[in-house]
């Protein structure tokens, strides 16, 4: 049974920074790709960040290029947020694939991820 738990999420005005952990346990291997999408009420979830097992290259959706910075040792992975605008306000879940991406596109798909943590949220107040 592989578990992904999520911390950090909380309530922080427009400008200020929060970080994010996500840890794997279980049976699985920490080298497929790791990745935080989040998901605003009444939204579709969305792509936010990606990251393969040995962490040498990153994908991240536009709209957060330049703010957030994905970073991870092993089964962990840490999303670094910074000048958080009331946009940014959503669910945040971590997820884990079995598989290691090098192709953006599919990095970015929900599809390509099998194990999924429970959330956290993430409040940007103006």
């Known amino acids: 049974q592989v578990r992904l738990a999520e911390s950090g999420g909380g309530l922080v005005q427009a400008g200020d920074s929060l970080r994010l952990s996500c840890t794997a346990s279980?049976?699985?291997?920490?080298?497929?790709?790791m990745a935080w999408f989040r998901q605003a009420p009444g939204k579709e979830r969305e792509f936010v960040a990606s990251?393969?097992?040995?962490?040498?290259t990153t994908y991240y959706a536009d709209s957060v290029k330049g703010r957030f910075t994905i970073s991870r040792d092993k089964g962990t992975v840490i999303l670094q947020m910074k000048l958080l605008k009331p946009e940014d306000t959503a669910v945040y879940y971590c997820a884990l694939s079995r598989t290691i991406y090098y192709d953006g596109h599919l990095a970015s798909q929900d599809s390509s991820y099998f194990y999924w943590g429970q959330g956290t949220q993430v409040t940007v107040s103006s």
């Open positions: 279980g049976r699985t291997s920490s080298a497929g790709s």
């Open positions: 990251i393969p097992g040995n962490g040498d």
